[in-house]
């Protein structure tokens, strides 16, 4: 069952979470979602040695950044943590962010490798980004540190979206579980008072 955290969209994913344990539950997913980071970050690195062109290294850092961000926010988020983000512009213009969860029971049984790898890959790869940042800086390279800025800032629109969608995912299972005590007690009080 999903837990829709937000009441303006109608739609649905299917997910079948895979109980935790000793192995990764999804190792396909997990290699393509360090993939394409480690794709980026390594061609960041090694373009120098290659290519005397910026913008092949341009192009082609920011096209990995860019498959990455797309793979962790629609396919890896999803199943090997159970979250789906995104944003929209309503009709008075404003963005509103929108978000999705599986409900308590199916994310209990999420393998924690797999979150395990999600997060903390989510997260290095900014840090990362942000040391190659730095080194552009110190040595005075604007033009790296464009590419640098367009990969970290893909990268943490991810950590946004998916750390605003993990909290409201929290408030909405604790509002949930609020109400189905509150429908039960309810319904006790009724059943009690309807046989007296």
Same mark, same amino acid.
């Given at each position: 069952?999903?837990?829709?955290?937000?009441?303006?969209?109608?739609?649905?994913?299917?997910?079948?979470?895979?109980?935790?344990?000793?192995?990764?539950?999804?190792?396909?997913?997990?290699?393509?979602?360090?993939?394409?980071?480690?794709?980026?970050?390594? #061609?960041?690195?090694?373009?120098? &040695?290659?290519?005397?062109?910026?913008?092949?290294?341009? *192009? @082609?850092? +920011?096209? /990995?950044?860019?498959?990455?961000?797309?793979?962790?926010?629609?396919?890896?988020?999803?199943?090997?943590?159970?979250?789906?983000?995104?944003?929209?512009?309503?009709?008075?213009?404003?963005?509103?962010?929108?978000?999705?969860?599986?409900?308590?029971?199916?994310?209990?049984?999420?393998?924690?490798?797999?979150?395990?790898?999600?997060?903390?890959?989510?997260?290095?790869?900014?840090?990362?980004?942000? #040391?190659?940042?730095?080194?552009? &800086?110190?040595?005075?390279?604007?033009?790296?540190?464009? *590419? @640098?800025? +367009?990969? /970290?800032?893909?990268?943490?629109?991810?950590?946004?979206?998916?750390?605003?969608?993990?909290?409201?995912?929290?408030?909405?299972?604790?509002?949930?579980?609020?109400?189905?005590?509150?429908?039960?007690?309810?319904?006790?009080?009724?059943?009690?008072?309807?046989?007296?």
């Amino acid at each position: 069952m999903l837990l829709h955290v937000t009441m303006e969209h109608d739609s649905t994913y299917c997910f079948c979470a895979q109980p935790s344990g000793e192995n990764y539950a999804n190792p396909r997913i997990c290699f393509f979602h360090v993939l394409f980071k480690a794709g980026a970050l390594a #061609f960041y690195i090694l373009s120098a &040695l290659f290519f005397d062109s910026f913008v092949i290294i341009f *192009v @082609v850092t +920011v096209l /990995l950044a860019a498959l990455d961000f797309w793979v962790v926010k629609n396919v890896s988020g999803r199943i090997l943590v159970g979250l789906r983000w995104w944003n929209e512009i309503d009709d008075n213009g404003e963005s509103v962010w929108k978000f999705e969860c599986l409900d308590q029971e199916s994310l209990a049984r999420m393998n924690k490798k797999d979150s395990w790898l999600f997060w903390w890959t989510l997260y290095l790869t900014a840090v990362i980004w942000i #040391f190659f940042g730095i080194f552009s &800086l110190i040595r005075f390279q604007a033009d790296y540190l464009l *590419v @640098v800025g +367009v990969c /970290l800032t893909l990268s943490i629109a991810n950590i946004v979206g998916f750390t605003k969608c993990r909290k409201d995912a929290k408030k909405q299972i604790q509002a949930f579980a609020s109400q189905t005590i509150a429908n039960r007690f309810q319904s006790t009080i009724q059943s009690a008072f309807s046989v007296v």
